[in-house]
């Protein structure tokens, strides 16, 4: 049985940080790049972060680059989301995923939500104004 669960998420000031987890367990992990989504109220899921523990590589959507920081521990088939700088506009229900690498030349970049064919059940984070 594949699983993704997620932890980490909470409550947080403005400025604050949290470090999101996703420990993954069924699937040969280093075959799959795994996620970071995140849907806020009324808005559609956005993929923010990607990394392809085998190869070393990440992936950060704009809104969060230079704030984010997605690393993994191949020992413990566990990803980690290092969110710092936190924004109100990060507030959302975050959602790990394993899917494939996507690759154009030697630019490594996240596909699409619907390609990604196994999900945890989310984690809230709410940061406050």
């Known amino acids: 049985e594949v699983q993704l669960v997620e932890s980490g998420g909470g409550l947080v000031q403005a400025g604050g940080s949290l470090r999101l987890s996703c420990t993954t367990s069924?699937?040969?992990?280093?075959?799959?790049?795994i996620g970071w989504f995140r849907q806020a109220p009324g808005k559609e899921r956005e993929g923010i972060s990607c990394?392809?523990?085998?190869?070393?590589?990440?992936y950060y959507d704009d809104s969060v680059k230079g704030r984010f920081t997605i690393s993994s521990d191949t020992a413990k088939n566990t990803v980690y989301l290092q969110m710092n700088s936190l924004r109100p506009e990060d507030t959302a229900v975050y959602y790990c995923?394993?899917?494939?690498?996507?690759?154009?030349?030697?630019?490594?970049?996240?596909?699409?939500?619907?390609?990604?064919?196994?999900w945890g059940q989310g984690t809230q984070v709410t940061v406050s104004s």
């Open positions: 995923a394993a899917g494939p690498a996507h690759w154009s030349g030697s630019v490594y970049f996240m596909g699409p939500d619907y390609e990604y064919a196994y």
């Open positions: 990394i392809s523990s085998s190869v070393g590589m990440t």
């Open positions: 069924g699937i040969a992990f280093d075959d799959y790049a």
